[in-house]
């Protein structure tokens, strides 16, 4: 699944850190997030797009589409 979190999170001005904290997960969720390695919970998955006020199928994209 591919995403665009590192995109919505340095638009704006976030370290990973700072992310982490506003989602309650560690800098390495959020690294593993951003790169791939990873594939949020449901619960997770909407309090991302909650954060960035958007949908969840803005954040993330899965294979093949």
């Known amino acids: ?7 919505l ?3 704006q001005g ?15 969720t959020v ?5 791939g390695k990873y594939d949020p919970s449901l619960p997770l998955a909407f309090r991302i797009a909650r954060l ?4 969840i199928e803005d954040v ?4 093949g589409d």
């Open 52 to 55: 960035f006020a958007c949908r």
């Open 31 to 35: 690294n593993a997030l951003e790169t």
């Open 14 to 28: 976030w370290s990973q850190g700072e992310l982490a904290e506003r989602l309650d997960v560690s800098r390495q």
């Open 60 to 63: 993330f994209v899965p294979d």
């Open 9 to 11: 999170r340095e638009r």
């Open 1 to 7: 699944m591919r995403n665009h979190l590192r995109t």
